[in-house]
Each structure stands twice: as structure tokens, then as C-alpha cells.
């Protein structure tokens, strides 16, 4: 059986006066603001506004104030796509071998058992990368690296999928693919939090959209909320601070 259909309901999220200090520099000022169960739900906001910290603090990584409440449902799985990955491209791992990192706890450089194995090009089939699992991951191109990370983040199945710009250095092609199992996905009911630099992309995929600029700027439905106006003043507000 595929276990990357089971999922029946992700977790909702809530954001209470969530802050992130580092140094003297203030990163994030009091986030107050819902991700719904099974909604696709994007972040949007200028360069240095603090969307990655966001993340970082909802995974654990980042110290912060304030509190994060996930109330998960029965699986508490959480799938991750960072924008890039600092990796030795030099490694001999094959793209077989880093999947096998998530399913299996034998060292990643053995070959799967025959069930990992199925579960692992079941994923990549669904990037369009399974005629690749052979090659080194290292060898690949920054669009194919990234339909690999998408591929490694549906295993196990999630309740909740977070992606940081998943788009950055994909194709049109790998973009499709991308959009098509982001919907495939909110049908089976995940929760997804998108970091997303396309507005229109935004408008068009989006259940819910937050503005972050190291505060919340605005959050609510993407075709009431992405007017032409705001988004142009944002924007331009962020450059000239800059």
C-alpha cells in the first residue's frame, strides 16, 4: 500500500505574539496569526522580512518568544523543503541513496531493502526523477536536486508540509510537477505552508495568505487581499529601507 495516501486531516497552527530576536537586530515582532487544517496556506513578503526565521522558529531551529501551537490530528509527520541545500557535492550518494536517508535506518550508502526501495521510486516517479534514481545526487542540476527534496519530503507521508521558494531554479516543467502535487496533496487533506515569491501563482493556489515584513502585515483570503495597490506599496516600501 502507498502510504503517501493515508493522510486524512493536517494539523491547524496558531501564531501568538510570536518574536524572534538575534543579537541586536530584531528579526520578528509579535506574529499573530491561523494556518487552518488542510489549507494551502503562503507566506509572502519582502527579502529580509524574516519568512525563513518564521519557519525555522515553526520547526524548532530558531530560538523564539511567544508561543506556536500545532494541534496535530493522528499523524504528526512534518515534510520539509528548504529553498537551497548546503551539500558536498563531491559525495558518491546516489539519488536512491540520499532518498533511502528518510526510510530505512541502515546506513543511507546500502541499497534499500525491495519494500523501500518501491516506496522510494513511488516518490520520485511522482517528481518525474525515478528514471534518475541511479545518478550521483551531486551530479544533478539545482531544478533536479530540488524535485528530489519534494520527493524526499512525502516520506513519510506528512500531515504538514513546509516548503521555503520550492520553486527557486525549477523549470517549468519541475514547477508544474510542483503545482500539481501541491493540489493532489490539500485534497488528501495536508496542512501546507509555502514560503511563495509569485503573486499570481499565490492567488490562484492559495487558501490563505500572510504579508510578513518582520511583522504581519496583512492575512486573509489572497483575492481579497494581493490588490494591486498594496502590493505595489509593500514592495516599494522594503526598497527604500533597504
Known sequence: ?????????????????????????????????????????????PNGGGKTS????????MPHSG?????WQENRTIGYVPQTLNYDTTLPVTVENFMSMTCQSRPAFMNPAAKDRETINSALERVNMAEKSKRI???????????????????????L???????????????????????????????????????????????????INREVLFSGCPTEELSAERILNIFSSARQAA
Open 1 to 45: 500500500m502507498n502510504t503517501m495516501l493515508e493522510t486524512k486531516y493536517g494539523p491547524s497552527i496558531s501564531f501568538n505574539d510570536v518574536s524572534l530576536t538575534l543579537g541586536n537586530t530584531e528579526i520578528l515582532k509579535k506574529l499573530n496569526f491561523e494556518i487552518y487544517s488542510g489549507a494551502l496556506h503562503c507566506i509572502i513578503g
Open 54 to 61: 518564521l519557519l525555522r522558529s515553526l520547526l524548532g531551529q
Open 67 to 71: 508561543a506556536i501551537h500545532i494541534d
Open 137 to 159: 545526487f551531486g551530479q544533478l542540476s539545482g531544478g533536479e536536486r530540488q524535485r528530489v527534496l519534494l520527493a524526499q519530503a512525502l516520506l513519510p507521508d506528512p500531515a
Open 161 to 211: 508540509l513546509i516548503l521555503d521558494e520550492p520553486t527557486t531554479g525549477l523549470d517549468k516543467a519541475g514547477a508544474a510537477i510542483m503545482r500539481g502535487l501541491l493540489q493532489e496533496l490539500k485534497a488528501k487533506g495536508v496542512t501546507i505552508l509555502i514560503i511563495h515569491h509569485d503573486l499570481m501563482e499565490v492567488k490562484e493556489i492559495g487558501d490563505c495568505v500572510t504579508c
